[in-house]
């Protein structure tokens, strides 16, 4: 007895629902434990789904091209000849399943900056007995998805997005939790449930309505109206219900600085004049600029935490990357400890790969300061919001020739704007000034930059 | 107020209410010369004499068809069972006759009778006389139930019971003879009927207990105060009628309930509750109602097995968890 429940996997603290972009196995193909089944695209990345049984693919109840909550059945794995029905039948309405609360339990007890990656499980443990042992981990079935897959599911319309779908399966939920749904305008089939077997309790509700974004009021408006509502990309999503957790909640205020780049440009230059070294941008001698005063200034690389201030020792430091459909900001690790050359091939590297979403999901969590970069569309000054749980973000705008007050007269420099937002619960103005006078002071004298 | 035992209280309830109501008279086994078997009506013989404190015969069924003939004609009677296992002798009169005559002679007899006695798990008392009897008396129209954990509630409780004009099983616990607690000394201290009491104020779930699983639970409160889990407690007191308005008060505000009964689960006392409390506070409920009971089997003489047989702390503390969302992970 080797029937395997392929569940759609948790891959980010923020993940609620993923996309197969496409399934690498097919109906009827032989699969080892450990290979890729599918790539699934979550919130911030396209990440490769593996196989946690042996057996053939027999069955894949959620199609390319299509959504599902995570936890939610997608496939199954068994030998050829083996009744699957009761579990195909299961989906979406199964019964005792702890594993929601597995999930939720490993996920809380990770750092924050080590999101669970999909991982190889002993397939034994992952192979439910008929009689529903109550050990098996992985029977995480969560409120039944939009369109949960029915038992005959090759005909069933294909959903698209998280929207609800009429007719979905009726969800498990608390009474009080529907009643709190009910009142606060929740759609209880995009909750994932934390009770026993994906019940939807009051807390799982009370987490989603603090989400503001109601994601079920994104349909398609008629052709020929006078606008179109366009469903919030999984990324849109998420940006649309952290930031307001940041603005909201986080006192926040700016402190500018104009800094004078005429040296750190031709020291630029001159390092990119050189053969076989990558091109540094601006960008990377910001970086480089903000670790190394960040080590100065540990009051500036920490975080709130309700009860306490987490003051980090090491900087990690998120770089923000414009998208198409939204931004991301992967995490340049231990920046003090990096050559500028370094910073360079690496930012260009993270840079690239969250332009064709390839990140790896550590590489999307556990900065410790971010940077957000707007001059090269010629931004001469803009103030970012922080990205909690960080302290602090350096807005950075375009390096600009001006004229400037010399000792002889008048002269032409070249001089960048640059605005730290700082959570005040952190950090004081004048602490936040100290930092940016560091930052300025190794940017203006930048051989600092490489000692 | 003064410092006395659950049976003190007791005793000085039957006194003031002997001195307060000439129509108010003890009868039973043992109750007289021996002063009870418990010693409940201690130096009431000799205070108030044999027409008042009755000795009786080793016979449940006659001296409590006496206490009900007495009651229809206008006495106050205080029937002691020495047990309240041995009421199953005399299930007959209080269920055919006590509890319905009021109802068959068209309202011309009422049946003022107090039955009362120890039931309940006690110290190795063995499988027939460690009954939770109140089962029997509670699914009874007609009979009031009263279970009285503290000494407080013994005092004020059975004066309410001698005083009220229908027959009250009135079940007391040989656990709790000695517990000491403060009680009022006036005279006309009572509590009412039908009045359940809030032990421990709480946020996250009401458990309902009486008697011994009372006090369990609050020792299983203490344990899980130390994990950020607030229990309420709410003892009802008296069961028939029972108090729900004090109950489901304390069920939406916590939205979550366990249930403990020292007695067999089935169709208990924990299952009337449960059943109460989904019916009518079905929208607040975050977690389905759990009941704690007493393994369905004759209760075993041999003490290991007695503690198994008897809802623990650790059962209740298990259960509290899972109706919060909180079992193993420790995440709520």
């Known amino acids: ?451 | 107020m003064s410092v006395m035992t659950y049976r003190e209280a007791l005793n000085h309830a039957l006194r003031e209410e002997l001195a307060r109501d000439e129509r108010v008279f003890v009868i039973g086994e043992e109750v007289g010369l021996y002063e009870g078997a418990y010693k409940v009506t201690q130096g009431l013989l000799k205070e108030f004499g044999p027409r008042r404190i009755v000795d009786t015969p080793i016979a449940e069924s006659g001296f409590t068809g006496v206490g009900i003939g007495a009651a229809m004609v206008g006495l106050r009677p205080v029937v002691e069972m020495m047990t309240f296992n041995f009421a199953l002798l005399a299930l007959d009169q209080i269920v055919n006759s006590a509890a319905k005559l009021n109802y068959m002679s068209g309202g011309q007899f009422n049946v003022p009778i107090v039955i009362r006695g120890p039931g309940g798990p006690a110290h190795q008392l063995a499988a027939q006389h460690s009954q939770s009897m109140e089962v029997y008396f509670y699914h009874v129209p007609g009979l009031k139930v009263v279970r009285p954990s503290t000494p407080a509630d013994a005092k004020g409780l059975l004066k309410s019971a001698i005083r009220d004009d229908n027959p009250v099983i009135f079940i007391e616990s040989e656990t709790l003879y000695n517990v000491k607690g403060e009680v009022p000394d006036d005279a006309d201290f009572t509590i009412p009927l039908g009045q359940a009491a809030v032990r421990r104020e709480g946020s996250d779930v009401t458990v309902i207990a009486y008697m011994g699983m009372m006090y369990r639970a609050m020792e299983a409160a203490e344990d899980l105060a130390k994990d950020g889990i607030s229990v309420e407690i709410v003892d009802p007191r008296t069961l028939q009628p029972l108090d729900s308005p004090t109950i489901l008060a304390s069920v939406r505000k916590t939205h979550r309930a366990v249930v403990v009964e020292a007695g067999a689960g089935f169709a208990g006392m924990g299952s009337e509750l449960s059943a109460v409390i989904t019916e009518q506070a079905f929208d607040d409920l975050d977690a389905p109602v759990e009941r704690v009971t007493g393994v369905p089997a004759p209760m075993p003489y041999a003490r290991n097995l007695e503690k198994a047989k008897t809802p623990s702390k650790e059962r209740i503390v298990e259960a509290v968890r899972r109706v919060c969302y909180a079992n193993g992970t420790g995440s709520r």
């Open chain 1, 1 to 451: 007895m080797a029937v395997t429940r392929v569940v759609m996997p948790k891959l980010s603290e923020q993940m609620e629902t993923g996309k197969i972009i496409k399934w690498l196995k097919q109906e009827g193909d032989r699969v080892q434990s450990g290979d890729i089944l599918a790539e699934v695209e979550t919130d911030k990345a396209d990440v490769e789904m593996e196989a946690f049984g042996t057996g053939q693919l027999r069955k894949i109840l959620v199609p390319a091209g299509n959504a599902a909550p995570v936890g939610t059945l997608i496939g199954v794995i068994a030998e050829p000849g083996e009744d699957i029905a009761s579990v195909v039948g299961q989906a979406g309405g199964d019964a005792a399943a702890p594993a929601p609360k597995a999930v939720a339990a490993e996920m809380a007890s990770r750092p924050a900056e080590v999101p669970p990656q999909p991982r190889r499980e002993d397939p034994a443990a992952r192979t439910p007995s008929p009689s529903a042992g109550p050990a098996a981990p992985d029977r995480p079935v969560v409120a039944p998805p939009p369109a949960a897959p029915a038992p005959r599911p090759s005909t069933a319309a294909p959903t698209v997005g998280p929207g609800p779908s009429p007719g979905a399966e009726r969800v498990k939920a608390s009474p009080l939790a529907r009643k709190i749904a009910a009142q606060s305008g929740v759609d209880l089939r995009l909750v994932q449930g934390s009770g026993p077997g994906g019940r939807v309790v009051r807390r799982d509700v009370e987490a989603a309505s603090a989400t503001p974004a109601d994601r079920s009021a994104a349909s398609a408006a008629p052709v020929g109206a006078e606008f179109e509502d366009r469903p919030l990309s999984q990324m849109r999503a998420v940006i649309a219900r952290r930031m307001p957790l940041s603005k909201a909640p986080v006192p926040h205020f700016y402190v500018s600085s104009e800094i004078a780049m005429d040296r750190a440009w031709t020291l630029r230059e001159e390092l990119n004049g050189l053969e076989g070294q990558p091109k540094i941008s601006v960008n990377d001698f910001v970086v480089r600029a903000c670790a190394l005063a960040l080590l100065q200034h540990p009051g500036v690389n920490a975080s709130f935490q309700g009860e306490s201030i987490r003051v980090f020792h090491r900087a990690h430091i998120g770089i923000a990357v414009a998208l198409e459909d939204g931004l991301i900001t992967p995490v340049l690790r231990d920046a003090d400890t990096k050559s500028i050359a370094r910073i360079a091939a690496e930012a260009r590297d993270l840079a690239e790969r969250a332009r064709v979403r390839k990140l790896r999901v550590p590489e999307l969590s556990g900065a410790t300061f971010s940077i957000s970069n707007l001059g090269m569309l010629d931004v001469t000054e803009f103030s970012a919001i922080i990205n909690p749980p960080e302290g602090a973000i350096l807005a950075v705008g375009a390096v600009r020739t001006v004229p400037v007050v010399t000792a002889d007269g008048l002269g032409v420099g070249r001089r960048m704007m640059v605005t730290l937002s700082c959570d005040h619960r952190v950090m004081d103005g004048a602490m936040g000034a100290r930092f940016l006078q560091d930052v300025k002071r190794l940017l203006e004298e930048p051989l600092r930059l490489l000692v």
